[in-house]
């Protein structure tokens, strides 16, 4: 079946400038998960939704960022006033998370430049 | 919040030869999960292995709960092996995002 999807693939944007980056799910999955990941390290937790609401957004490193999952499928991470250092790649990633279980599996990323 | 620790941080092998990655971790997991990923930096699955032994072809990986390691075998390399591992946990409690090594960056020539 199809994947966790991502979109768009790449985005250029100027400092200053608001963004949105959107995520779809594996079909059936519950949880999903946002990550972001700059060059030369692993991935690093933003914000986890179990179907609607956020669950843990522990992760987020400021009040510029924020995630939505209104219908608890799709999801959309927002950054107001970007700037430089928010350059990364955004990753989602989505989870079946039954009990005992929460094998998460990751879409191909958005890659962020701030100019 | 937990530390994972992934050895060694860049690995050079020929073409055939074997492997062993390492991840240490500092706290007890409910989820553990190794990544390749690859040059185009896609996560690719490898194992969900919060316990236990289990084997995937020419991959196996075990983790040692109580004593908190994982360990990922990488048998008869291929070229197409190359790429960073990541090694990845979560301690549950409510805290289930996944907290990554910084990964080991494998190449392996022909």
């Known amino acids: 079946g199809a994947g966790v999807s991502q979109t768009p693939s790449n985005k250029v944007t100027e400092k200053g400038k608001y963004v949105e980056l959107r995520c779809d799910p594996i079909?059936?999955?519950?949880?999903l998960y946002w990550y972001r990941q700059s060059l030369g390290q692993g991935p690093e937790f933003l914000i986890y939704?179990?179907?609607?609401?956020?669950?843990?957004d522990s992760g987020l490193p400021n009040d510029r960022f924020f995630a939505v999952r209104p219908e608890g499928s799709v999801s959309t991470l927002k950054i107001q006033r970007t700037e430089r250092g928010d350059s990364a790649v955004y990753l989602c990633?989505?989870?079946?998370?039954?009990?005992?279980?929460?094998?998460?599996?990751f879409g191909p990323g958005t890659r962020l430049t701030v100019l | 919040g937990i530390q994972v620790e992934q050895s060694p941080p860049d690995l050079i092998l020929q073409e055939g030869a074997n492997s062993t990655l390492r991840c240490n971790f500092s706290?007890?997991?409910?989820?553990l999960q190794w990544f390749h990923q690859n040059p185009w930096g896609q996560l690719i699955n490898l194992f969900y292995?919060?316990?236990g032994t289990k084997q995937n072809g020419r991959l196996s990986a075990t983790t040692v709960a109580t004593e908190r390691y994982s360990l990922l075998y990488i048998s008869s390399s291929q070229t197409t092996d190359s790429g960073v591992y990541f090694c990845?946990?979560?301690?549950?409690?409510?805290?289930?995002?996944?907290?990554f090594g910084k990964g080991t960056h494998l190449i392996i020539q022909p």
């Open positions: 990633a989505s989870s079946y998370r039954t009990s005992g279980r929460d094998e998460q599996f």
């Open positions: 079909s059936g999955h519950t949880a």
């Open positions: 939704f179990q179907g609607t609401g956020a669950a843990d």
């Open positions: 706290d007890s997991v409910n989820n």
């Open positions: 292995i919060p316990s």
């Open positions: 990845a946990v979560a301690s549950g409690g409510g805290a289930d995002g996944l907290t």
